[in-house]
């Protein structure tokens, strides 16, 4: 079997995801890049809490099967995309989780209003509408993320969460702020406006960060 380490992280992370809630049964997909042409993936059609490492699928970065005895996600042109494009993705999560896909549903971006907002490095945006499960979802994703400024995640029109990282912790953490930050946003317009922080304050707070 190929990439049993790979395969191994893949499905851990999986599996918190779907102990946060962020993902359940079969909805979202994770994948990991392994080489430079190969990609490990969930597959379709099989909840989460049956999967096992054999069921993830390798597949090339045109989404064709390498090694699996399954189909890969329907998502699979939105990760193959990404990876083609993002040299230095290494790691792509999709979820459904639900404050998030709430604010996706009325187009509404995600200010950063606390530090839980930094997740993506700035206001969360959300990408053009895309039928899901085609490539036109990941090219939506990319022209999103590219900013200003640059962000490593966006909320999907109608659908979910798509988050870039540089391995698959990085991604699972960034998926799972970003769903902190829409609900922080969401409760805090339940009492009245937040104020959102300025690029400076946002600044102050990274130099801060990243000293430590
Ligand atoms: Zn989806």
Same mark, same amino acid.
């Given at each position: 079997?190929?990439?049993?380490?790979?395969?191994?992280?893949?499905?851990?992370?999986?599996?918190?995801?779907?102990?946060?809630?962020?993902?359940?049964?079969?909805?979202?997909?994770?994948?990991?890049?392994?080489?430079?042409?190969?990609?490990?993936?969930?597959?379709?059609?099989?909840?989460?809490?049956?999967?096992?490492?054999?069921?993830?699928?390798?597949?090339?970065?045109?989404?064709?099967?390498?090694?699996?005895?399954? %189909?890969?996600?329907?998502?699979?042109?939105?990760?193959?995309?990404?990876?083609?494009?993002?040299?230095?993705?290494?790691?792509?999560?999709?979820?459904?989780?639900?404050?998030?896909?709430?604010?996706?549903?009325?187009?509404?971006?995600?200010?950063?209003? +606390?530090?839980?907002?930094?997740?993506?490095?700035?206001?969360?945006?959300? /990408?053009?509408?895309?039928?899901?499960?085609?490539?036109?979802?990941?090219?939506?994703?990319?022209?999103?993320?590219?900013?200003?400024?640059?962000?490593?995640?966006?909320?999907?029109?109608?659908?979910?969460?798509?988050?870039?990282?540089?391995?698959? +912790?990085?991604?699972?953490?960034? /998926?799972?702020?970003?769903?902190?930050?829409? %609900?922080?946003?969401?409760? /805090?317009?339940?009492?009245?406006?937040?104020?959102?922080?300025?690029?400076?304050?946002?600044?102050?707070?990274?130099?801060?960060?990243?000293? %430590?």
């Amino acid at each position: 079997m190929l990439y049993e380490d790979a395969r191994k992280a893949l499905l851990k992370c999986v599996l918190r995801l779907c102990q946060k809630g962020l993902v359940q049964f079969n909805s979202g997909n994770i994948s990991v890049r392994v080489s430079e042409e190969h990609l490990v993936i969930t597959p379709t059609g099989i909840s989460y809490d049956e999967m096992s490492e054999e069921d993830l699928v390798v597949i090339d970065l045109n989404g064709s099967l390498v090694e699996g005895k399954h %189909k890969p996600s329907s998502e699979t042109p939105m990760h193959a995309t990404i990876y083609k494009n993002i040299h230095d993705v290494k790691a792509v999560a999709h979820t459904h989780s639900p404050y998030a896909l709430a604010f996706a549903t009325v187009g509404k971006s995600i200010p950063v209003i +606390s530090t839980e907002g930094l997740a993506v490095r700035g206001p969360i945006p959300v /990408a053009d509408y895309a039928c899901p499960g085609t490539a036109a979802q990941g090219w939506a994703a990319i022209k999103a993320m590219k900013g200003p400024p640059p962000v490593m995640g966006t909320l999907l029109k109608n659908h979910g969460v798509l988050v870039t990282g540089g391995n698959l +912790s990085h991604a699972y953490s960034i /998926a799972c702020r970003i769903e902190m930050a829409a %609900k922080v946003f969401f409760l /805090a317009l339940q009492i009245g406006e937040p104020d959102i922080l300025t690029d400076d304050q946002i600044k102050e707070i990274r130099s801060v960060y990243l000293r %430590k």
